[in-house]
């Protein structure tokens, strides 16, 4: 694999950035050992509440096979890079909530968030999809790589998938295109301003 370039570095923590303006860093330790985990504190003294922020780490590239033997097809470059060079819990980016990537040495924690669903994700898989978030505001429709529509090099769509067609009727149900790639996703989500 090509190291990442310097334009995708500067888009990452362009994005990486953006999670402090658009979400919610605030959690309660004993609810999400991942956000405790990236924890910097209490935000006041009295309060239960502590606050979390992503942290940029440098991972094997050796992490990626591991991660492989377990997905229908590859991630985008874009998503790969991510993956390696950050960690952080789950965050809800308006237009969608990302799974977290836990700190470790390896991709196993990210592979055990995307997965948790012990539904949804071998049919989704089993479909050529690769779950990486749900929908914002605690929607719990999935949001996929769509593996079989490959574009130029390694891009493909990000879709919403209906979760009550999947565990009501087992029939897969494409809701809306998110983005046509991963990158423009990035993108988007950087351009985002937060609502009031």
């Known amino acids: 694999m090509n190291p990442i370039s310097k334009k995708d570095a500067s888009l990452l923590e362009r994005f990486v950035s953006k999670f402090q303006e658009l979400a919610d860093l605030d959690f309660f330790p004993d609810l999400d050992p991942v956000a405790k985990q990236l924890s910097v504190g209490t935000i006041r003294e009295f309060d239960q509440l ?3 922020r992503p ?3 440098t991972t094997d590239l050796a992490a990626l096979d591991s991660l492989y033997q377990s997905l229908p097809g590859r991630l985008p470059k874009l998503f790969e890079h991510l993956l390696l060079h950050f ?3 789950e965050v809800d980016l308006d237009l969608y909530t990302l799974s977290p990537n836990p700190p470790g040495n390896d991709l196993s924690g990210w592979l055990a968030q995307a997965s948790r669903d ?3 994700w071998p049919f989704l898989l089993r479909a050529g999809y690769i779950p990486f978030g749900k929908g914002p505001h605690m929607h719990y429709d999935q949001i996929c790589f769509e593996t079989k529509s490959r574009k130029k090099g390694d891009e493909c769509r990000i879709v919403q998938i209906d979760h009550e067609e999947v565990l009501c009727n087992e029939r897969l149900k494409v809701v ?3 983005a046509p ?3 423009s996703l990035v ?3 950087i351009a985002r301003e937060k609502r009031i």
Do not use: G
Request: charged share 40%; hydrophobic share 45%; aromatic share 14%.
């Open 50 to 52: 502590e606050r979390w």
């Open 55 to 57: 942290i940029q780490v």
């Open 87 to 89: 960690r952080w819990a």
């Open 118 to 120: 012990k539904v949804m």
């Open 176 to 178: 809306r295109e998110i």
């Open 181 to 183: 790639t991963f990158r």
């Open 187 to 189: 993108e988007q989500t």
